[in-house]
């Protein structure tokens, strides 16, 4: 079972580039959670708790009532809330039953000062969904 989490870990950009101790130490810290079908996990506009990364299942983001995507294993959330400490910019509904990984908002930061090659991925992901959010509204 390590063996899965750590694969799964690697296999997610943002944590590609850590050696097997450094993603033990990240799975030492985090916490698999299961969730129904229908359960929110965040509201917009809500206080981060948590990074999830999505093991199993699939998860509907919503910005203002509006379905914008849906994530699936290997994608993840929560994130911009524990760089900023603003309010969540999405809402995220379990669509099937769901297993994540997640990363307390208290262990979050630390990660980020102890491996920066996940701050630097985590910036260029934002850039990416800021690219997509622009052509969004521009299209």
């Given at each position: ?37 229908g ?37 993840y ?28 908002s ?34």
């Amino acid at each position: 079972m390590a063996d899965d989490r750590l694969a799964t870990l690697r296999a997610v950009p943002l944590f590609s580039s850590l050696s097997d101790k450094d993603l033990k130490a990240i799975l030492e810290i985090s916490k698999e959670v299961s969730m129904d079908a229908g359960h929110t996990i965040v509201e917009q506009d809500g206080s981060a708790v948590g990074f999830h990364l999505i093991l199993e299942g699939e998860a509907d983001i919503e910005i203002s009532g509006r379905h914008v995507s849906t994530f699936g294993p290997g994608d993840y959330f929560g994130e911009v809330s524990l760089i900023d400490g603003k309010p969540r910019t999405a809402s995220v509904t379990t669509k099937t039953a769901m297993r994540s990984l997640v990363i307390p908002s208290w262990s979050f930061n630390t990660v980020l000062d102890r491996y920066p090659s996940i701050a630097k991925e985590l910036l260029l992901m934002l850039c990416a969904r800021l690219r997509s959010a622009e052509a969004m509204i521009t299209a």
